[in-house]
């Protein structure tokens, strides 16, 4: 008996043992088969976090790209703009320089034709107060002759008595 209990229990034991071992592997196999399915969620997520952040980046890169291009054309709208308004203000300011040569030739002109008749005027002027000196001058030289003439009695009659005699 002692044999039989001995055997029983080396049977309950290898049992038990073989029941611990199915279980441990039972356990083994759910943990691997967990391990394996967090494994896969992780590289998911990570092949989704990837592709979200390549997405992220890429929308990124476009739109700063987008953003330098438009910098680009209003920068260089802005210095065609500049340029042209520049061209136009210095057509404007030529313009405006010959019509101020032109307005002072113009002027120019006026005030040497002014100053020609005036000058003109003058000498006319000077020459008619010439002759009329010149006219009083000999007048007067010609009544001091006259008196001296008469004071020496040069002449034979006064012209009073000449012209008294005549009539």
């Known amino acids: 008996m002692e044999f039989l209990l ?77 340029k042209d308004k520049t061209l136009e203000t210095t057509q404007t300011v030529k313009d405006k320089a010959v019509e101020a040569t032109q307005a002072t030739k113009e002027k120019a002109t006026e005030m040497t034709e002014s100053a020609k008749e005036t000058a003109q005027a003058g000498k006319e002027s000077t020459g008619s107060v010439l002759q009329k000196t010149g006219e009083q001058v000999m007048s007067m030289a010609q009544g001091a002759a006259d008196a001296v003439k008469q004071t020496f009695g040069m002449t034979d009659k006064p012209e009073d008595q000449k012209k008294a005699t005549k009539s």
Do not use: C, F, P
Not at 15 to 20: I, S
């Open 6 to 82: 001995h055997s029983t229990k080396q049977e309950k034991t290898g049992q038990m043992a073989d029941t611990v071992k199915d279980k441990a592997q039972e356990i083994k196999d759910k943990a691997s088969e967990v391990a394996g399915n967090a494994r896969d969620r992780t590289l998911e997520s990570k092949d989704q976090a990837g592709s979200y952040l390549s997405d992220k980046t890429g929308a990124a890169k476009d739109k700063t790209l987008e953003t330098t291009q438009t910098v680009k054309d209003k920068t260089l709208e802005t210095a065609q703009t500049v």
